[in-house]
């Protein structure tokens, strides 16, 4: 049977029909030829791309002609164009020293291939190294796992970092909702090694274009989920991995919670605040040591400098209306370093009154620790890998050159719980006072019974004053009567004859 659609009409009108050609036979070469077509094309691109001929690899770019053509913004060539682009790298350290020629040259070439104004964040975020290519394998609870699922791309204090169990919102969120989605964390099951995270790392050698530690490597962060991580709120553990070595770090959790008891005190009282007290000056949302601490910086930042760095979180429309920090505020952000890195937290009494005063620093008089908060401690060590192949179940099919292995676990049930509370009630002052005082002079409960007895008839005297001589005058009318001697003889009778009246007497009787 033949469809409408299977008539083909010549240019003539004429209408002729091919029995041989059906709706579907057509539909399967079709699809055959397309996907024959896509297979030679992937091919095509993958041989220009590795191919050892010269200038071939541009054939199979995705830019199109007007972009390369707009690549063309400088005369400089590539090698003085990457020492231009080094100078990018400035944003992460901000040096002491900085030479103003070069960022001013390096905003130049920036500003004009995006043709105006540019987006540091989407720049650094492209030069910073993907998960997806630094994470060869992971393993988490037993079970080999999906890096991407694991690991989020997520701003630090250290730049974009891939970031596990990360349990806050979105780096960048334009208008703030009114409730924020909890993010899930991955639990901790079991102990051991075995039982943690384990991350195969590839450090990229051949690809260290600016190289902010000065070995090769990683920086490991370890800091509370909930934070974010900078180093200034004290709340963050740096360790070093390196290549070719299998590095462990054996995490210890140490929980500090407070008693609802001492939410009735004031805050420079206590000297911590709750979560759910106060929120945080601009981000708004829940109030956290650590974003207290960026909160006061940031905001200090822009006072002396009129921008904000790229690696800090921006929530809410006040925080996109600050301009992003770009290579000619660098020299503003190096002459103040120092200062954001000394940070002040509430004035305490017990603090150094030079120190109280210090104009290097930076005071943030607001910022309290929290009153429930967890800190982690780390014991790392590691060991040096060969080269070569492993008969291991997370290596399996993996060979190691400078790759390094990563280990996070805890090694102990449980953890250290620190409680804070009221350090005495009444009940205990009471109890205290009492025991000091029946020591010394025996004074008990019971004495200050009889006190308060004899304080309340001095009040009942005092306000019941006239009925009190109301009840002397009546006393006063009545005479008094004499008190007589009375004899035993007049208690009996004096003859036998009245004895009947008096019931029976005993037998022996006496004569009087």
């Not at 992937?42 to 590795?50: R, T």
């Not at 600016?210 to 920086?219: D, R």
């Not at 940031?298 to 429309?317: A, E, S």
Request: glycine content about 6%; aromatic content about 14%; hydrophobic content about 35%.
């Amino acid at each position: 049977m033949w469809a409408e659609g299977d008539w083909i009409k010549s240019k003539n009108q004429v209408t002729v029909a091919h029995a041989w050609t059906t709706r579907n036979s057509r539909r399967s070469r079709s699809k055959f030829s397309c996907s024959f077509f896509k297979v030679v094309l992937k091919y095509l691109k993958f041989y220009c791309q590795y191919s050892s001929l010269a200038g071939i690899k541009y054939l199979a770019n995705s830019r199109t002609w007007t972009e390369s053509f707009h690549a063309n913004v400088t005369d400089l060539s590539v090698g003085e164009i990457l020492g231009l682009l080094v100078q990018l790298g400035s944003q992460y350290a901000s040096e002491f020293e900085m030479d103003k020629n070069r960022n001013k040259q390096v905003h130049q070439l920036l500003t004009t291939y995006y043709e105006g104004d540019y987006d540091m964040i989407d720049i650094m975020k492209t030069l910073s190294p993907p998960c997806s290519t630094m994470l060869l394998k992971c393993k988490l609870h037993g079970k080999i796992q999906n890096c991407s699922r694991l690991f989020t791309f997520r701003k630090t204090q250290d730049g974009f970092c891939c970031a596990f169990n990360y349990a806050r919102e979105d780096d960048d969120i334009p208008v703030m909702p009114d409730v924020l989605k909890s993010i899930p964390v991955y639990p901790v099951y079991d102990l051991g090694i075995d039982r943690g995270l384990t991350v195969l790392l590839d450090p990229f050698l051949d690809d260290y274009f600016y190289q902010i530690l000065p070995i090769m490597g990683w920086k490991v962060i370890l800091f509370d989920p909930h934070d974010y991580p900078d180093v200034t709120s004290g709340g963050v553990i740096e360790i070093l991995a390196m290549p070719s070595s299998e590095t462990y770090v054996d995490v210890t959790a140490t929980s500090f919670i407070s008693t609802k008891a001492i939410e009735g005190y004031s805050i420079a009282k206590r000297k911590c605040i709750f979560s759910k007290e106060i929120q945080t000056l601009y981000g708004g949302t829940r109030y956290t040591y650590s974003d207290c601490i960026v909160d006061c910086k940031i905001h200090d930042i822009q006072n002396l400098c009129g921008c904000r760095p790229f690696f800090y979180p921006r929530r809410g429309k006040y925080e996109y209306a600050i301009r992003i920090c770009n290579n000619m505020d660098l020299d503003c952000l190096a002459k103040y370093k120092s200062k954001w890195w000394t940070v002040f937290p509430h004035d305490d009494s017990n603090n150094d009154e030079h120190i109280l005063h210090q104009p290097d620093g930076l005071h943030c008089r607001s910022c309290y620790p929290v009153c429930e908060d967890t800190t982690y401690d780390v014991l790392s060590s590691k060991s040096y890998m060969t080269p070569g192949t492993y008969m291991t179940e997370f290596l399996r099919n993996a060979t190691i050159n400078d790759q390094a292995i990563l280990h996070v676990f805890f090694s102990k049930y449980g953890s250290i719980r620190l409680k804070q509370d009221v350090a005495y009630y009444w009940y205990e002052l009471m109890s205290d006072i009492g025991g000091i005082c029946g020591v010394f002079i025996g004074f008990s409960l019971i004495s200050v019974v009889e006190i308060l007895y004899f304080v309340m008839l001095v009040f009942r005297e005092m306000l019941c004053k006239r009925w009190v001589i109301e009840d002397e005058s009546r006393e006063k009318e009545i005479p008094n009567q004499p008190i007589r001697t009375i004899y035993w003889s007049e208690l009996l009778p004096r003859t036998w004859q009245a004895a009947p009246y008096y019931g029976h007497l005993p037998k022996n009787r006496t004569k009087y």
